[in-house]
Each structure stands twice: as C-alpha cells, then as structure tokens.
C-alpha cells in the first residue's frame, strides 16, 4: 500500500508554532502576502529578513520540540519504508527532528539559506539580514535569502509529489487550510481509488474532497488513525 502524507501548520501548532491563518494570517500588523513575497523582499528586505529571523529564533528555542503527532508519522515510516512519502508545507526542521527520513518540503526549510546569485544552498541558524557575507565568497555580500517559497515561486520537488499522488492508496492530509495552491491541489492528483482522509481541527474548502475527516487535534488523531491501520 502507497501512502501519501501532506501536513500543514496545524501540525505544528501545539509544538508551540503559530499557524499562518488562525490568527487571520497577521504578523505585526502586516498581512502574510505582504512578507512572503519577493516582491516584498525587493520593496522592504530588512523587514522580510526580521520576519523570518524572528521564526528562526523561535524555531530553536529549547521549548519547541516534535509532538506525537510528528513522532507517530516518523514511526509509521519507519515501519512502512518505502511505501511512505511524507509531504510537508512547513518550513520548520520538526518532521525531521522527529525522525521523519523521505521528507519534501515543498515550501522550502527556515534553517536554509539560499544565494540569491547562484542558487547555492546553507545549512543556516544565524540571522540573515543586508550585511550577511555569503559563506564561500567574502565578496559577496548581502545576497543570502531564507531557503523558503514565497507566494508567485515554484514549490519544491513537485515532480516526486505528483509521482506520489498518482501512485497513493492512502492520501492523508493534516493540519492544512487548503487555500494555497499547489499544495491544496495534491488531493485532486490522487486516483479515484485513492482512500483520502483529512484530519484537521476544523473543515477546509476541500473536506468534500476526502472520504474522511476526522476533527480533532493532530498530537492526538494522528497517532491514533495510524495505529488504526496496523
Ligand atoms: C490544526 C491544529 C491542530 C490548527 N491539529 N489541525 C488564485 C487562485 C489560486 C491560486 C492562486 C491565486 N493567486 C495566486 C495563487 C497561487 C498562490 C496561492 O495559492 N495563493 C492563495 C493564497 C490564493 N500559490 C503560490 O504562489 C505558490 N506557487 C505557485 O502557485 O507557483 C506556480 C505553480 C503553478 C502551477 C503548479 C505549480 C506551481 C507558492 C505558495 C507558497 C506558500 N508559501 C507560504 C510561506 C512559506 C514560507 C513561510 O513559512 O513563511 O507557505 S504561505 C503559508 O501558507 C506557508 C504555508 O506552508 C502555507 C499553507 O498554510 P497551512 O500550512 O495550510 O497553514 P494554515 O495556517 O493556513 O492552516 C492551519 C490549519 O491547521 C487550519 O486549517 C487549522 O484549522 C488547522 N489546525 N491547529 C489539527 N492542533
């Protein structure tokens, strides 16, 4: 049995990181669409780089960790292997620090950052900000952007996802509000055999497009779904 799973920031929420949307998608006053662009990053790169800075520091303090819900999906790999593709929307390491191994994050990783010039890649925990010299060329300065996807770019590794969907039994979608695209689409990829179950604190556009949903809190529904397929 294929299984597809694509989690969103409902996962993470009782790991202590705010979703985008509960809060009505504001931070500091400023909607979501006005620090997740690049043209954002062009108009105002100090406050975009605070914006993530900010997430970035948060993300490594000793308080945040991986709850059951990450664990029970980094179990459910380990014993399922390669039938298992795990999607995620988030940008934080959690899926990984759990254990989680096949993970595509398809809107990128916060402790990344990327060459605005060549496209390189960094494993990064520090701050970036307009004085940041690039790793590898002292010249080069102020050229690092967070390792993300912003709103108008390509999300990641969507050939593998597409490949997944096709191939899924099981789609199983967690913790997603369903309003952004492509990611909201994966359902639709799925065949009509699929099985797809959605779990989630509320409904999304797409719940008519699941076969199941199950209303609950990710740490304690994930869990115990995965352990009702054993
Ligand atoms: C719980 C819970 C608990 C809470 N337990 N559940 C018009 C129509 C259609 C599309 C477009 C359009 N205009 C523009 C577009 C495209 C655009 C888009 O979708 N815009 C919409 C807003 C309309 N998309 C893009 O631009 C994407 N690129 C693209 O389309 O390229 C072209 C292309 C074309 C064709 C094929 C392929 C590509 C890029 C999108 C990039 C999104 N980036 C962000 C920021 C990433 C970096 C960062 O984190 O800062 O990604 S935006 C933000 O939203 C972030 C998230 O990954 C993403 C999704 O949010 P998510 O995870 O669903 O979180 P929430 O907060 O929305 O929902 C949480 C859910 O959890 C809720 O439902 C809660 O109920 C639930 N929950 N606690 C269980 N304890």
């Known amino acids: ?19 985008f949307r509960d809060a009505n998608g504001l931070w500091e006053g400023h909607r979501l669409e006005d620090v997740a662009t690049p043209e954002a990053f062009q108009r105002d790169p100090d406050l975009v780089h605070h914006f993530y800075n900010e ?11 991986p709850n059951p819900a990450h664990f029970a999906l980094a179990e459910f790999e380990h014993q ?29 990783e916060l402790l990344k950052a990327r060459c605005i010039d060549s496209g390189a890649i960094f494993d990064w925990t520090d701050d970036l900000n307009r004085s940041t010299v690039h790793p590898g060329n002292p010249d080069s ?24 969907a096709a191939e899924a039994d099981l789609f199983i979608a967690i913790g997603t509000s369903a309003v952004v695209y492509p990611a909201a689409a994966i359902v639709e990829w799925t065949q009509a ?7 989630n604190l509320d409904a ?13 809190k990710a740490s304690v529904e994930v869990p115990k779904f995965l352990a009702s397929l054993r």
């Open 1 to 19: 049995m294929k299984i597809l799973t694509l989690t969103g920031a409902g996962i993470s929420a009782e790991s202590g990181i705010p979703t």
């Open 55 to 65: 997430r970035r520091r948060q993300l490594q303090h000793p308080s945040i960790e």
């Open 80 to 108: 399922h292997q390669d039938e298992f593709l795990l999607v995620t929307q988030n940008i934080d390491n959690l899926h990984r620090r759990a254990g989680s191994q096949r993970i595509v994050a398809m809107h990128g």
């Open 141 to 164: 300065v102020g050229r690092l952007r967070p390792h993300v996807v912003w709103f108008g770019e390509m999300p990641l590794g969507l050939d593998e996802i597409h490949e997944a």
């Open 193 to 199: 055999s699929c099985r797809r179950i959605e779990i």
């Open 204 to 216: 999304t556009p797409r719940s008519p497009m699941f076969d199941q949903s199950i209303r609950g």
